[in-house]
């Protein structure tokens, strides 16, 4: 599976942007993440959507303001992300696997596009 990113960039807090992430080779059965990494801090989880099934999974920390969706061949997925805030600037990674949606963990996670940076000021 290979994914590319596209979409991050610089707002003004309550700003929106939407990342895109269209992956190769990528199987029914998968499932598509982001997550995010501010300096110095863990890498987390945003939110996951299966390629065929289940039900789209948003953290706490971004829920009521980031969606997440996929078009209709399920080949990429977009983070829509609505009154960004401060807190929310680092960098967005998409991840896949290809055994369907689990755990919102990185470590689960097998597959990385190369990061797509987001700053709110």
């Known amino acids: 599976v290979q994914l590319v990113e596209s979409g991050g960039g610089s707002v003004e807090t309550g700003g929106s942007l939407t990342l895109s992430c269209t992956a190769s080779?990528?199987?029914?059965?998968?499932?598509m993440a982001w997550f995010r990494q501010a300096p110095g801090k863990e890498r987390e989880g945003v939110a996951q959507?299966?390629?065929?099934?289940?039900?789209?999974i948003i953290a706490d920390s971004v829920k009521g303001r980031f969606t997440i969706s996929q078009d209709s061949a399920g080949n990429t997925t977009y983070l829509q992300m609505n009154s960004l805030k401060p807190a929310d600037s680092g960098m967005y990674y998409c991840a896949a696997r290809v055994d369907g949606c689990t755990s919102l963990w990185h470590g689960g996670f097998p597959y990385w596009g190369q990061g797509t940076q987001v700053t709110v000021s």
């Open positions: 080779r990528y199987p029914i059965s998968g499932c």
């Open positions: 959507i299966g390629r065929t099934a289940g039900i789209p």
